[in-house]
């Protein structure tokens, strides 16, 4: 098989610190993406990363009624992520 682009070294001894992405980036921009993928607390790593992306507006906080009625309802579900 012919290596391409996205192959990396895995035989390395050295422990890695940074994370090894298949696109170039700036210091900052890596800063940004270490933080939003870093764990910090209790609580699940994707409900850590949903806060984050919240508090930047990224995300929206809450969920407008479509039809601005009294009687709307608006369930907000868990989505399952199926990796194939």
């Known amino acids: 098989m012919e ?5 990396y070294d895995c035989n390395s001894k ?3 610190t940074e994370p090894t992405l298949p696109f170039n980036t700036c ?4 800063e940004l993406y270490k933080e939003f993928t870093t764990s910090h607390g209790d ?12 508090a930047f507006g990224l ?7 479509p ?5 709307c309802k ?3 579900r868990t989505a399952r992520v199926i990796d194939r």
Request: proline residues 8%; contains cysteine; hydrophobic residues 35%.
């Open 3 to 7: 290596a391409d682009s996205t192959t």
């Open 14 to 16: 050295a422990e890695v």
């Open 27 to 30: 210091p900052d921009n890596l």
């Open 43 to 54: 609580q699940r790593l994707e409900c850590q990363l949903v806060e984050r992306l919240q």
């Open 59 to 65: 995300l929206p906080k809450a969920i407008k009624c």
């Open 67 to 71: 039809s601005d009625k009294p009687d």
């Open 74 to 76: 608006v369930v907000c």
